[in-house]
């Protein structure tokens, strides 16, 4: 199975003023991914970071995801800036890993 999982409100906290660099992990969230991934799911982490302002966030992002021991196979930035998603795959940050 591939895995999509966002960043901030997902795996970490992220200050409201978006600074990125001052996000912090959720330690429980990540160890839910790193199991897919250690079960043998592909797992992509795809974020807005950047996506409103034009800055690049790579960098920091793959240090925190190194630092914060979260296992990946790829990191996609890109996604797009939205209020509301609506898909027949989504699901809640909240309750996902009652999901798979």
């Known amino acids: 199975m591939i895995i999509y999982v966002d ?4 795996i970490a906290n992220t200050p409201e003023d ?3 660099s001052l996000s912090t ?3 429980e969230n990540i160890k839910k991914v790193n199991k ?3 079960d043998g799911h592909t797992i992509v982490y795809w974020t807005a970071r950047g996506s409103g302002t034009g800055l690049d966030w790579t960098k920091t992002t ?3 995801l190194n630092i914060w021991g979260a296992k990946y196979h790829e990191l ?4 797009p800036v ?10 809640n940050s909240y309750t996902w890993e009652k999901t798979i």
């Open 76 to 79: 996609k930035l890109g996604k």
């Open 36 to 38: 897919y991934y250690d």
């Open 82 to 91: 939205y209020d509301l998603f609506i898909d027949d795959k989504a699901i």
């Open 7 to 10: 960043i901030d409100e997902t």
């Open 25 to 27: 992990p959720i330690v």
């Open 18 to 20: 978006r600074n990125y």
């Open 62 to 64: 793959e240090d925190q």
